[in-house]
């Protein structure tokens, strides 16, 4: 069966609008702190959420895995895992069963190609976010591969040479 361009541009339209709702922060997303209880912690960087507040953001289900923007920690899942992967997992694991906050950034995507929602997490209001206590413990390093928050990008490049000069976790 053969499909028609006029069909293959529907088609094509289709799909772009679908991945445009997945790819933008919902405006009701802006500015806000959503309370969430970490459910797993898959590696130092990456965990699963459970929204506390019956009324997610737009385009979210109440269970969601949340990739920690502006953080890369070593992977896990190489054989043998990299240097430094569990003890990032294990700073991260003290937050599995707790209630966090998450924060959407405005100015990068909402998922990540995996599908994972991109936020900041912060332990409680007013805190630095575990993001960037990843990077100034030496757990992961600043991934500014992806453009988001410049201010934040700036404090996140700024955490990284903290734990380089202080010889913290992966920089010993």
């Known amino acids: 069966m053969m499909i028609s361009n006029k069909n293959k541009v529907f088609v094509f339209g289709a799909l772009f609008l679908i991945l445009i709702s997945c790819a933008v922060v919902p405006s009701d997303a802006k500015n806000r702190l959503y309370e969430v209880r970490v459910n797993a912690v898959v590696d130092g960087d990456t965990i699963k959420i459970q929204f506390l507040d019956k009324n997610t953001p737009a385009g979210c289900s109440r269970e969601e895995r949340v990739r920690l923007i502006g953080v890369n920690t070593p992977e896990l899942t190489t054989t043998p895992p990299e240097y430094y992967a569990n003890e990032a997992r294990l700073y991260t694991n003290q937050f599995y069963r707790k209630t966090v906050f998450l924060e959407f950034d405005t100015g990068s995507a909402l998922r990540d190609r995996y599908g994972r929602l991109l936020a900041y997490v912060y332990s ?49």
Do not use: C, V
Request: charged share 20%; aromatic share 18%; no cysteine.
């Open 124 to 172: 409680d209001i007013g805190t630095l976010s575990i993001n960037e206590q990843l990077i100034a413990g030496g757990y992961g390093i600043y991934y500014g591969i992806f453009a988001f928050n410049q201010d934040r990008m700036n404090e996140f490049n700024s955490a990284e040479k903290y734990a380089q000069k202080n010889r913290y976790g992966i920089w010993r």
